[in-house]
């Protein structure tokens, strides 16, 4: 069974960071792009990062950049997504997603297994 866990949400004061973390399991995704996409209440799920297989290139939305940073550890099928100086509007649900094409997507379209998602909440 293939799964995506992501873990490492929480409640954070505006100007914290958080890291979250995705282990994927059931097979191997060292050769997927990977991303994180946010949905916030009231909001269509939306594009913040994805790196690509082997981490050398990244893209970010222009709301995060500067902010967060995608990495990825391909030993541990795990992918990360460290969050500094955060603010009130980056509240919502984080997903990580793996496009099996292994290729950088913006749009969720184009990633095929997705996780239940770890909620982000910044008080001001």
């Known amino acids: 069974q293939v799964q995506l866990v992501e873990s490492g949400g929480g409640l954070v004061q505006a100007g914290d960071s958080l890291r979250l973390s995705c282990a994927a399991s059931?097979?191997?995704?060292?050769?997927?792009?990977m991303g994180w996409f946010r949905q916030a209440p009231g909001k269509e799920r939306e594009f913040v990062a994805a790196?690509?297989?082997?981490?050398?290139?990244?893209y970010y939305a222009d709301s995060v950049k500067g902010r967060f940073t995608i990495s990825r550890d391909n030993a541990k099928n795990t992918v990360y997504l460290l969050m500094n100086n955060l603010k009130p509007e980056d509240t919502a649900v984080y997903y990580c997603?793996?496009?099996?094409?292994?290729?950088?997507?913006?749009?969720?379209?184009?990633?095929?297994?997705w996780g239940q998602g770890t909620q982000v909440t910044v008080s001001s």
């Open positions: 059931g097979r191997t995704f060292s050769r997927d792009a």
């Open positions: 997603a793996a496009d099996t094409d292994s290729t950088i997507a913006t749009q969720d379209v184009f990633y095929d297994y």
């Open positions: 790196i690509t297989w082997s981490g050398i290139t990244t």
